[in-house]
């Protein structure tokens, strides 16, 4: 039996575990902790962070693959050395784990991108909002996710906490700072590409952020079919062959107010913006990645009916576990599809997401909507 090992124990891996049973894969997972949403595949419990722990973890695997992207470089290296396959694999990883060095890349690739600097004190930050109409975003360049480690600002001081932390050991030593892009909606173009080369991509879906945190994704996106698609298939394809990226991956961009593309972020992993796919799609976001990682031809992407609306269930109920609203739920939307994450409900926290497919988006939008509504008090 082909053995695949997932390092990360949350709900990436765990969305994993029914494409591992169907396609007879013995699907493996080294959670940080126990009880996590992978509980199911967890074969092992242990840091990430350490080589030894990693290595006993990947000496009877076929390939390690990812539920996250903080695996660090020397982890990474260390079971390349020993001779494990890793998809994604370190040089790729490395720019997914490194918001600067990505857009060092990505504009060295040419790629569209926002415009952007290293800054290193607040006088460098200064200098960039004098020339960039007085607004900027300033980003961390590791560990920020779902709106954490940015910040929109019209003053250096507001980010003098992180410059301060910058003087620490290990902290890094500068911020990313990039224009406040005037955009309309925000899109995302998910991959997969094979270690031999195969790549196919998913429609174009337009993701809905509230908070910082993806509330909802509509696949495909409205209004994407043509130059849209394109350019956004052109811009990932790119990514790809120029990063070197193996497995699902998402590239997350802006529609700007001028009717451009510019790349945001890069996900080398199954992505928020691909839920759907579980329902929607000829071939799940999940199964295709456990393909691709193995090197296997990888599945049709297109849809299974017009329109699909992903929602996720942020928080949960304020008291008990979402499957206490099942009976509710699941009469008044009969159609939709609810996946649960088994994770505690917690204000903020992503524990689910529903999906709901038809011929009709406002139809299909309510549909997943109010089916969610259940879940979130």
Known sequence: MVRVGVIGGGQLARMMIPAAVNLGIDLRVLAEADGMAARLAATAVGDYHDVDTVLAFASDVDVITFDHEHVPQDVLRALVDAGVKVHPGPEALLYAQDKLLMRQKLSDLGLPVPVWARIETEADLQAFLDANGGHAVVKTPRGGYDGKGVRVVTAAHEVSDWFTVLAEPGAGDALLVEELVDFRRELAQLAA??????????????????????????????????????????????????????????????ETSDDRLLVNELAMRPHNSGHWTQNGSTTSQFEQHLRAVLDLPLGATGCTEPHTVMINILGGPAEGALSDRYGRALASHPTVKVHNYGKEPRPGRKVGHVNASGRELDVVTYEARAAAAFFQD
């Open 193 to 254: 590409r094979r270690p031999s080369g195969e790549l196919v991509l998913w429609p174009v879906v337009e993701s809905i952020q509230r908070d910082g945190v993806c509330a909802e994704v509509i696949a495909p996106a409205p209004g994407s079919a043509g130059p849209i698609a394109t350019v956004a298939g052109q811009i990932a394809t790119e990514v790809a062959t120029g990063l070197g990226v193996t497995g699902v991956f998402a590239v997350e961009l802006f």
